[in-house]
């Protein structure tokens, strides 16, 4: 089997980064590490692509977007924001979308090293994330909406536990006191909603009562049907993401419960749809538009200065207030 450039990072205890540099000739690197990294070379065999180590000493002019799922509107909307940040910058986008299947992010990850991406912005399953290394990749990596455990990436991502703790404030305040709650069990965002939920709850002297679904409606249509179906059921619930949010309002349907006169429904995500449907649904809108452009920000000052520490913004939301918390059977 052929030797690979993270072979030779690993032989000279470096990162792939600084391989890629010492082999297209950068300056930065030094000629002490420069031999080492030769050495390490000569050890594993390894024989650099020389047309495509010249393709990569230039800037390639294109991004990787790596999402979880496209066809939720939230990605969507952060993917629009991330084109219209890059295609003023003059760059392109591959855009690939991974189905919260962690397989397929590594396939995708290793894709971005064949095309010689200049960077990768890249919404990871909460396994991925938590298991990613900066320095296993040739390019900077910005993730958006999930943070990873070890926090060595740049990041931007909604203030998860404060935006869901504003849901169970404001459904507290409508007189709500049995507030459930259904998060996304793939993703960091989820975990994080949910800790913001639970503390919420306590700190108010409610009880939580809460549950981990994929991310897909027919999940969280499912996950609550029998919570409606009690004599001291929730009187209200909260959902992590808008598709989630859409299976809660299937439930109540086919429950044959009003939403308001019969129990309070809120979530996350500000999607057209959300105020269409009567009474209107009070969610957390994200400020996607700020995500996309503080991702590609981050990914410009990345590659400017590769030495920089890792960096974490955190967004505020804003709660929409509509029809759906307006708790006629809440109880006081």
Excluded at 89 to 107: F, H, Q, S, Y
Aim: charged fraction near 20%.
């Amino acid at each position: 089997m052929s030797s690979s450039i993270k072979d030779v990072a690993r032989v000279a205890g470096v990162s792939v980064a600084t391989v890629s540099r010492a082999l297209s000739g950068a300056a930065a690197v030094s000629p002490a590490l420069t031999e080492r990294i030769q050495q390490a070379i000569r050890e594993t065999g390894y024989r650099p692509n020389l047309s495509a180590r010249r393709l990569r000493s230039q800037d390639s002019g294109t991004i990787g977007l790596i999402v979880a799922d496209i066809r939720n509107p939230f990605f969507t909307a952060v993917s629009r924001a991330v084109e219209d940040a890059a295609y003023s910058a003059g760059l392109r986008v591959i855009l690939c979308n991974t189905d919260e299947n962690p397989d397929k992010e590594a396939m995708y990850l290793n894709l971005m090293e064949e095309e010689r991406v200049t960077g990768v912005i890249f919404a990871p399953t909460r396994q991925t994330a938590d298991q990613l290394n900066a320095q296993d990749w040739s390019f900077p990596i910005v993730l958006i909406d999930r943070v990873g455990a070890r926090g060595g990436q740049d990041a931007v991502a909604l203030d998860n536990a404060a935006a869901s703790a504003l849901l169970v404030e404001h459904l507290h305040a409508q007189g709500c006191r049995r507030i459930a709650g259904v998060f996304g069990n793939a993703s960091s965002s989820g975990v994080e909603r949910h800790d913001g939920y639970v503390a919420a709850m306590f700190r108010l002297g409610l009880p939580p009562r809460s549950t981990f679904v994929p991310p897909q409606a027919l999940a969280a249509e499912e996950a609550v049907a029998h919570w409606l179906r009690e004599t001291a059921r929730p009187d209200a619930l909260i959902a992590s993401n808008g598709l989630l949010l859409m299976g809660l309002v299937r439930a109540v349907r086919h429950a044959g419960l009003q939403i308001a006169r019969d129990i309070a429904v809120a979530g996350f995500d500000n999607e057209s749809w959300t105020e269409i449907v009567e009474p209107g649904l009070t969610v957390i809108e994200q400020p996607v538009d700020d995500i996309g452009r503080n991702a590609m920000q981050l990914l410009s000052e990345r590659l400017k200065n590769p030495d920089l520490p890792a960096r974490k913004l955190l967004l505020s939301g804003r709660c929409i207030e509509r029809g759906s918390t307006r708790c006629g059977g809440a109880a006081v």
